[in-house]
């Protein structure tokens, strides 16, 4: 009998949606959290933005390493076990990422850190799915995407909120009496499944040990691909002898892991799930919504501030109602799952998110709070009408012995989904900016009536102000120069959200690949 034959709770399932939820937004939180307390890092320990901007790298990479190993671990462990330890050494890093005392040290912290959450949230996932009953398993998933959803926005805005008026230790040491409280109730609510001890027996009897090979290509293959992804723009790409390096390392250990693992008896990842018509469709879309979801939710706010003048705290509440839009969504859809085949509700989603996109294309400088908090509630109205179909969907035709392989995956596809996105477009926002700045520039010369005419026009207001006439014609030129690289960054930054809104488009078409799957019955997982 597998480990993840379905559990006796001994307590309602909602109460476990809640506590492993509540674990959930904990780690999700922790990678947006820390971002906007960069300069406050920096500051506070003595080191450089580019030194402190590790803080977030070694997260991400340890994060998506350890994601490989989890449905390994949880065999030969135990889920519940393998949760609580996750859940502690994620409660106990985040701990010493408070008080940590140099910037070595809060990396070290940070990488264990990423450890407990890449190996908590595959495992929450998990154990809803058998939590539930197949019928009401897209009601349980909603209350899990509202932490996957809704946490990486909160988490920049609370992590402002921390570092500008307590310390950039509270991003860190928040997650202390949390993380003991959830701790407590994991161990009082969660049991193992049914026959987990048995198996647990049977595996060490037959000696099945970890594809330690497998599971070195991959995390290498996974490791390397995010610090690439995530220094990339910083080391010039490959102008960087480093970012040259942890390519030819990405592309090797990409090579020879996909033949070892499809030979592998017990590979560390089972490829040919990747491969499947289902389950690979839900991996493209899963890391579609990842990315769409991280882009968005770190661009959308430098948009406004970069070029509309909002402060932090504004750019945070810009995004509060697109939250608030998605909580309620998550839960409709997670009744309309029953109901309504995944893949209609994925289409339908993917068109509200590219619609939302589109939106922001038409945005200008002048525009309005609402205009941009709309185009954020419409996001937010698409993203449960994707993810929770998709995750349902993902489950379709995955035998329960597979369950916890195929949330790590999930988890995988939106980390990496993630990052591939920000990358993306942090590349188009830069280089399109430079292209729009060059393009103006070209129209910034003495013969073009309209710059003279301009030019004029601003240094006899400035010498209407009291500046003499070379002081004014001074400040003339640098104020059109600050409007030429204003307006370039705001037409990159529309550039992009073109850019997300074919991504958005593009998904339409692949989820209505998905087939049909079993609903409102009870159904095996394993079918």
């Given at each position: 009998?597998?480990?993840?034959?379905?559990?006796?709770?001994?307590?309602?399932?909602?109460?476990?949606?809640?506590?492993?939820?509540?674990?959930?937004?904990?780690?999700?939180?922790?990678?947006?959290?820390?971002?906007?307390?960069?300069?406050?890092?920096?500051?506070?320990?003595?080191?450089?933005?580019?030194?402190?901007?590790?803080?977030?790298?070694?997260?991400?990479?340890?994060?998506?390493?350890?994601?490989?190993?989890?449905?390994?671990?949880?065999?030969?462990?135990?889920?519940?076990?393998?949760?609580?330890?996750?859940?502690?050494?994620?409660?106990?890093?985040s701990v010493m990422c408070g008080f940590a005392p140099n910037l070595q040290f809060l990396l070290l912290a940070r990488i264990l850190q990423g450890i407990g959450g890449g190996g908590m949230v595959p495992v929450a996932q998990s154990i809803l799915a058998d939590s539930f009953p197949p019928e009401k398993r897209g009601q349980g998933f909603a209350l899990f995407g509202v932490a996957v959803v809704v946490a990486p926005v909160v988490g920049p805005t609370l992590g402002g909120w921390l570092s500008d008026n307590f310390s950039w230790h509270w991003c860190f040491l928040i997650n202390g009496p949390v993380g003991i409280l959830t701790l407590a109730a994991v161990a009082m609510l969660i049991k193992e499944p049914e026959g987990s001890a048995e198996e647990r027996v049977r595996l060490r009897k037959e000696k099945i040990g970890f594809d330690w090979i497998g599971f070195g290509l991959v995390a290498t293959f996974l490791g390397a691909l995010e610090l690439m992804l995530d220094r990339g723009l910083e080391d010039d790409w490959f102008g960087s002898n480093f970012i040259i390096m942890a390519a030819a390392i990405c592309a090797l250990a990409f090579v020879l892991m996909v033949p070892w693992e499809l030979k592998h008896k017990n590979p560390a990842v089972d490829i040919r799930m990747l491969v499947s018509r289902q389950f690979g469709t839900c991996f493209l879309v899963m890391m579609a919504t990842g990315a769409l979801?991280?882009?968005?939710?770190?661009?959308?706010p430098q948009l406004v501030q970069a070029n509309l003048g909002y402060t932090a705290t504004w750019a945070g509440l810009m995004l509060s109602p697109g939250g608030l839009v998605t909580m309620i969504m998550m839960f409709v859809v997670g009744v309309l799952s029953s109901k309504v085949q995944p893949k209609y509700l994925i289409a339908v989603g993917a068109g509200f998110v590219a619609f939302s996109m589109y939106q922001v294309t038409s945005a200008y400088s002048g525009i309005g709070f609402w205009y941009l908090a709309e185009a954020r509630m419409l996001q937010g109205i698409g993203l449960p009408f994707i993810?929770?179909?998709?995750?349902?969907?993902?489950?379709?035709?995955?035998?329960?012995?597979?369950?916890?392989?195929?949330?790590?995956l999930l988890n995988a596809a939106r980390n990496t989904g993630g990052s591939i996105g920000v990358s993306l477009i942090s590349n188009i926002i830069t280089h399109r900016e430079q292209f729009h700045q060059?393009?103006?520039?070209?129209?910034?010369?003495?013969s073009n009536g309209a710059y003279q005419d301009t030019l004029n026009q601003v240094t006899n207001y400035f010498t209407g102000q009291g500046s003499s006439l070379v002081t004014a014609n001074q400040q003339a030129l640098a104020w059109i120069n600050e409007q030429v690289q204003s307006q370039a960054s705001f037409l990159a930054y529309i550039d992009a959200f073109w850019v997300l809104t074919l991504i958005s488009l593009a998904a339409i078409p692949l989820a209505l690949t998905l087939r049909n799957v079993t609903l409102g019955k009870k159904a095996s997982m394993g079918h």
């Open positions: 009998m597998s480990t993840n034959a379905v559990a006796k709770p001994s307590a309602t399932p909602w109460i476990i949606a809640i506590v492993v939820a509540l674990a959930s937004f904990m780690e999700v939180l922790d990678t947006t959290i820390a971002n906007v307390a960069l300069n406050y890092i920096s500051g506070g320990l003595g080191v450089s933005q580019d030194e402190a901007s590790w803080v977030v790298t070694t997260y991400l990479v340890s994060n998506a390493v350890i994601v490989t190993a989890t449905s390994y671990l949880v065999r030969i462990l135990g889920r519940k076990t393998f949760f609580l330890g996750c859940l502690a050494l994620f409660t106990i890093s979801l991280l882009a968005t939710t770190q661009y959308l993810f929770l179909p998709i995750t349902t969907a993902s489950y379709d035709g995955i035998p329960s012995s597979k369950t916890d392989q195929a949330s790590a060059s393009r103006m520039v070209e129209h910034v010369i003495p």
